[in-house]
């Protein structure tokens, strides 16, 4: 007897179903107001799919896939430089195995908690569906700040972080990497302690060292993605990124190859920021103050103030927190890269970027755009791509990375940049036609929700009650 048989009772309509979840989502997870966020935007998108597929409906697919296989969360003790104890707080939630073992970055910042995690590891579980690699979707990470902290400082909360997470992960169960906080420093002390605890030498991370199994490319493949993607979304209405000026948030591992693949197509970069401020620099960020930027971030770890400092073209704008908006979003331009963080673009910044002309935003950042920013981009007809179809090429190259370690080789620069280029390629293609054969033609939100959810939802009908 097939599932489908075995199923009971009346089907709600997909516009009731859809309340119904959203509803309760919230009631069982109360404030956490990101991850209702995440799960409103999908849920509502997903309606001209679910009236396709009432077995989803029967099946309470929604239901299952808003619940994570598994939530950890684990206490993370270390000492600091002046012998004095911390305490910390891990997490990792395994959301959805249906495609591949869980995937998905660690994110080292104050402000994690589990709704933002949980927000992290839902969005994971579309965007690597989308990737058209069999990963499946996690997230995790802890409330400690690497900020201000010495290299062994680090060193020992990474450590201690992994005494515990190893338990729980593996390179065929599940394959953390970084996030916000944590780079390649950060992924070299965790699988060092990874390797001492288990005795293996595993693809059991990426964005590993390249002289012990990492990727050529996974550090620049979120941000050249995100442009790639940019490049799809403009080919549709027969224009380039040569010559556009663009807006870039942030001045970590994603903004800074946002950066420099906007240079190599031509376009004209002016702004970034870090969480003090924003630099702008009407005279364009060129290579020699691009690789200032990664000097200054990745070895001086400073602040991106200094830039003014140095080069006079420039402006500094520090954070006002009486601010209802973002000035950087104010600064005329052709094209936007959020590349910093969730919800650094809410409707007045939306409305600003519109009126100064603004027509392409991708989006290099998980869930830039609150759901009213995201409404009127859609709306007022800017070509957006949302950031589980425009930063999905980092994860995709962690595919790639993994492929590289189960093969125990190791590619070329061009043939990951190849294979990256083609995958983001194939995923605007995906989330364009899924639109347009769902009855929303240009509306990407729609086509990457459905596009990354169909492959979701048919692994888990077929996989039984899972
Ligand atoms: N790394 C990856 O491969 C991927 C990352 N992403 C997403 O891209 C975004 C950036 O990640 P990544 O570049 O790796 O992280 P980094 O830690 O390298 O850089 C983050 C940047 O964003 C700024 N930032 C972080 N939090 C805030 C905040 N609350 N307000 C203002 N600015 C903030 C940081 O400023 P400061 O230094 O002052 O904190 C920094 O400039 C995140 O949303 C992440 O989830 C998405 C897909 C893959
Ligand atoms: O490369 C990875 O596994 C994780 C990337 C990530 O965290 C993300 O896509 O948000």
Redesign the pocket.
Known sequence: MSLSTMIPGAIATPRTYVNEVLALVKAKNPAEKEFHQAVQEVLESLIPALERHPEYISHKILERVTEPERLLMFRVPWFDDKGEIQVNRGFRIEMNSAIGPYKG?L?F?P?VNLGILKF?AFEQVFKNSLTTLPMGGGKGGSDFDP?GKSDNEVMRFCQSFMTELQRHIGPDTDVPA????V?GREIGFLFGQYKRLRNEFTGVLTGKGLNWGGSLIRPE??GYGCVYFAEEMLKTVKQTLEGKVCLVS??????QYTIEKLLDLGAKPIAC????GIIHDPAGIDREKLAYILDLKNTKRGRISDYAEKFKTAKYIPVDPKLDHNPLWDIKADCAFP????N?INAKDAKNLIKNGCKVVSE???M?STLEATNLFLEAGVLYGPAKAA?AG??ATSGLEMAQNSARLAWTREEVDHRLHNIMIAIHKNCFETAEKYGKPGNLVVGANIGGFLKIADSMLDQGLV
Not at 250 to 255: D, I, K, Q
């Open positions: 970055g994110r910042h402000s992290l900020k970084g996030d916000i906080g780079g493949a979120t942030g001045s970590g591992n994603v903004s920021s870090d969480s003090n590349s910093a963080t969730q650094e290099g950042a998980n830039p930063n980092g994860v």
